[in-house]
């Protein structure tokens, strides 16, 4: 109060979770004209290219590389950096032979998380309360977009619970609210969510994301097989690939179809690894057959042999 006038500037920066913690000094300071706030908000596609630009120089596709990253990081310049940081450390920086074929443009995915963002984002978990953290878990495994209904099912919560908890997890600039439901503030938060769950728990939330999409929608078989997949339920999960690869296949989606029957040969090998259930043999001849044509539409003519000798080393073998 007494330096009202003078030539002084004095900046702080709070979480727009942690408001109310500087709330009273926010107010006096607004009484006394002498407080003015400014919103920051992630940085937009265009700045994290003028940085990328500005570490790396311009290289090929790094406009798609600037996408990519505002989508995992929010724009938020520390993760923009460890992430970018990371990518050069792994050899995988767009221009480097290592990478091979641009793969470092839309691979982040498979970069690991830097320590520095995974103990920032746990630190944030932990400030949750334990039902909050729990929906969160949930909506990590529906992925970066779901609804209310489909992640209320998935956690087992009731409606009021999960509004509070929602609600936490949105004031905590976790989760961001849309007019379809919910989605990540950015890919990193669900990341390491995610990866933080123990393999049990990861396939029991599965497995309640699986049942609760066929309650609610049926018709994502694509999504319904990778739930059950992941959660352990095989039989389910060879039947919703079955769907999702005939959908593919109508739409000339032949690589996702082939993807979807190459897991089926998989699940049917765990089911029937003796091969002695007239049944499953018949899935797999059917699934060699299927993936036999989709690879000759393709032209790759040797890998659709191999499928056509396998289906008939498998009628020799069972004579059939």
């Known amino acids: 109060r ?5 030539r002084l500037l004095v900046i702080g920066t709070y979480r727009t979770e942690e408001a109310e913690t500087v709330g009273r000094l926010r107010h006096s300071l ?12 992630g940085l937009d596609a265009a700045s994290v290219l003028q940085l990328l630009r500005h570490l790396a120089g311009a290289l090929p596709g790094d406009e798609a590389l600037a996408g990519r990253l505002r989508s995992a990081t929010g724009g938020n310049p520390f993760f923009l950096l460890e992430m970018l940081r990371a990518l050069i450390e792994a050899g995988r920086q767009p221009g480097d032979p290592s990478a091979g074929s641009g793969q470092a443009l839309t691979d982040l995915e498979d970069l690991p998380l830097p320590d ?5 984002v746990e630190a944030r978990l ?7 953290r729990q929906v969160l878990e949930a909506g990590a495994v529906l992925g970066e977009t779901f609804g209310f209904d489909l992640v209320r099912l998935t956690a087992g919560r009731g409606e009021l619970e999960m509004m509070d908890s929602l609600d936490e997890l949105a004031a905590r600039q976790l989760l961001v ?3 379809t439901g919910y989605r990540f503030h950015h890919d990193l938060a669900q990341r390491v969510v995610e990866a933080d769950l123990s393999l049990m728990r990861r396939q029991l939330l599965h497995r309640r994301a699986g049942r609760a999409l066929e309650q609610l929608e049926p018709d994502e078989v694509a999504a319904l097989a990778h739930h059950f997949d992941a959660g352990g339920e095989a039989k389910k999960a060879l039947h919703y690939h079955g769907l999702a690869a005939q959908r593919a296949e109508a739409l000339f989606a032949w690589r996702e179809a082939e993807g979807h029957q190459s897991r089926m040969l998989e699940l049917l090998d765990r089911l029937d690894p003796d091969r002695s259930e007239p049944r499953r043999l018949a899935q797999r001849g059917q699934v060699l057959a299927a993936r036999a044509h989709l690879r000759y539409l393709q032209g ?8 056509l000798a396998a289906l ?5 073998a069972s004579g059939d």
């Open 177 to 179: 609210e849309q007019d």
């Open 2 to 6: 007494r330096l009202h006038g003078s």
């Open 126 to 132: 932990r400030r949750l309360s334990p039902v909050a």
């Open 312 to 316: 008939t080393a498998l009628a020799e």
């Open 300 to 307: 790759r003519l040797a890998e659709r042999d191999a499928d």
């Open 116 to 120: 520095t963002v995974r103990e920032a």
């Open 30 to 41: 607004a009484r006394l004209d002498a407080l003015s706030e400014v919103r920051l908000a």
